[in-house]
């Protein structure tokens, strides 16, 4: 980078998200001060978005500074953490001030309103990849695993699913969506971590993942790491009217089940849970949706409207998966 690349990162990235009283020693220095609370853990993840496989050269820089932090949140939200820090390493082919100004306030209004604080980073030239790290704390003991399903528990997800693959269709194949266009495209370019959701429910969930490949997928690695199947009710899946036009149209379910990017949360709760759960629902933000139940048998079994099982091909985005 440039001689400017300090200046970059005083007047782009120094003072982004709120001010926390945990952190010791923030961006400017070798390595960030962080103070973990007392009796938690840190959760961590990291996400990385590429030019050209994540999202489209032309998208709105905003949009993208806000989904770059909402999928980490996510992975977050999934684990029943608690956002608290943020690292941001960012490849940017050339400085351009009105791009990254737009990308610093999609990533900084969606890190204020979960009262995230970026803590440090690293600025380099390439071709344009956006890394993030997200830090939360957790309670080990109430942490959403993927390896605590078991047979009985219910199967919950939140808002509806396969929104953001039908505007991610409507792009590649050129689909004419009408009118639900804008909404479907705010659903892939303005997802919402589920971060209220999971700080309500976490308590009564025994599991939980985030639907970024599909909920096939994504709840087949929580059986896969659990050692049970699962059942799912497809009547129930939550759909918005846009993909149930289109599964009425094709006879295909692959939209909600396989289509990724909803970055909606899939909980699974003892079934003793649910009545306390339900009674919970009122206050949350978002709706959510029982689908089905963990079983001890392997594999994901989808019924239709009369109990009768439908063959569905399975499978969400896998990068190195020959196609
Ligand atoms: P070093 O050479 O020690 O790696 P850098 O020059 O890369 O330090 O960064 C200087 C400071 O600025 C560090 O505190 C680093 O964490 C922070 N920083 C650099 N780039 C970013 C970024 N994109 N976002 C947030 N903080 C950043
Ligand atoms: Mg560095």
Same mark, same amino acid.
Request: hydrophobic content about 40%; aromatic content about 4%.
């Given at each position: 980078?440039?001689? %400017? ?6 007047? !782009? ?5 709120? $001010?926390?009283? /945990? ?6 220095? /070798? ?7 007392? #009796?938690?853990?840190? @959760? ?5 978005? =590429? ?8 998208? *709105? ?12 949140? %996510? ?8 956002? @608290? ?26 890190? $204020? ?19 993030? &790290? ?21 199967? !919950?997800?939140?808002?509806?699913? +396969?929104? @953001? #693959? ?9 689909? %004419? ?8 495209? &705010? ?7 589920? =971060? ?6 976490? /308590? ?5 993942? /985030?639907?970024?490949d599909g ?12 050692? =049970?199947? @699962? ?29 990724g990017?909803? !970055? ?20 949350? *933000? ?18 239709? *409207?009369? +109990? ?8 969400g985005y896998d990068h190195?998966? *020959?196609?």
């Amino acid at each position: 980078m440039p001689a %400017s690349e300090f200046l970059l990162i005083d007047r !782009y990235f120094s003072q982004l998200g709120v $001010k926390r009283a /945990d952190v010791l020693l923030g961006i400017g220095d /070798d390595c960030a001060l962080l103070q973990v609370p007392e #009796g938690q853990t840190l @959760a961590v993840s990291i996400d990385t978005l =590429v030019e050209g496989v994540h999202f489209f050269p032309d998208v *709105d820089p905003e949009s993208l500074g806000h989904k770059a932090l909402a999928v980490n949140l %996510s992975d977050l939200a999934a684990m029943g953490a608690d956002p @608290a820090w943020v690292t941001l390493a960012l490849t940017l082919p050339q400085i351009d001030e009105t791009w990254l100004e737009a990308f610093c306030c999609g990533f900084s209004t969606l890190a $204020k309103r979960h009262r995230v604080q970026l803590v440090g980073g690293d600025t380099t030239r390439g071709p344009l990849t956006i890394s993030v &790290q997200v830090h939360g704390f957790v309670d080990p003991a109430m942490a959403l695993r993927r390896d605590s399903a078991r047979p009985g528990d219910l199967i !919950y997800v939140t808002g509806t699913l +396969g929104d @953001a #693959g039908l505007a991610l269709l409507g792009k590649t194949e050129g689909l %004419s969506l009408g009118e639900p266009q804008a909404t479907l495209q &705010q659903r892939l370019d303005w997802p919402e971590p589920r =971060v209220g959701v999971s700080q309500t429910l976490r /308590d009564l969930a025994s599991a939980a993942i /985030d639907i970024s490949d599909g909920l096939l997928a994504d709840l087949g690695h929580i059986c896969q790491r659990s050692g =049970v199947g @699962a059942m799912l009710n497809l009547p129930e899946i939550p759909l918005s009217d846009p993909v149930k036009k289109h599964i009425q149209q094709t006879q295909k379910w692959s939209l909600p089940l396989s289509a990724g990017d909803d !970055y909606e949360l899939c909980l699974i709760v003892p079934a003793e849970n649910q009545a306390e759960l339900e009674e919970r629902v009122p206050g949350l *933000d978002v709706r959510i949706s029982l689908v089905g139940q963990i079983e001890s048998s392997s594999g994901i079994r989808c019924l239709d *409207d009369t +109990g009768a099982p439908i063959d569905i091909q399975s499978g969400g985005y896998d990068h190195f998966r *020959d196609r």
